[in-house]
């Protein structure tokens, strides 16, 4: 199982970034897929989820409506859209396919003016 999260960077308040995750080692579209967070000095935490088929989304209250998750089966990624970016919203981003014990790298997103 590897998957390798990308797009984050320096971003300021109210600013937008798209986050990536690949996946491979794994049949992707089996899985119902996770976007998690981890700011610093705190515990990881769930930020978004989308299910096999990506029908249904469901967010952590923190980000609704700012943030969208989706999926493309056809090239085993999941991506993250976040738009007015807060503060809080720094962290290092990881994605997880729920059931599985994998983590990635993670990618950074710093907000910040």
């Known amino acids: 199982v590897q998957l390798v999260e990308s797009g984050g960077g320096l971003v300021q308040p109210g600013g937008s970034l798209r986050l990536s995750c690949a996946a491979s080692?794994?049949?992707?579209?089996?899985?119902?897929m996770s976007w998690y967070r981890q700011a610093p000095g705190k515990e990881r935490e769930w930020v978004a989820r989308?299910?096999?088929?990506?029908?249904?989304?469901d967010y952590a209250d923190s980000v609704k409506g700012r943030f969208t998750i989706s999926r493309d089966n056809a090239k085993n990624t999941v991506y993250l859209q976040m738009n007015s970016l807060k503060l809080e919203d720094t962290g290092v981003y990881y994605c997880?396919?729920?059931?599985?014990?994998?983590w990635g790298q993670g990618t950074q997103v710093t907000v910040s003016s």
């Open positions: 989308i299910t096999r088929g990506g029908g249904i989304t």
């Open positions: 080692g794994f049949t992707f579209s089996n899985y119902r």
């Open positions: 997880n396919a729920d059931g599985l014990g994998s």
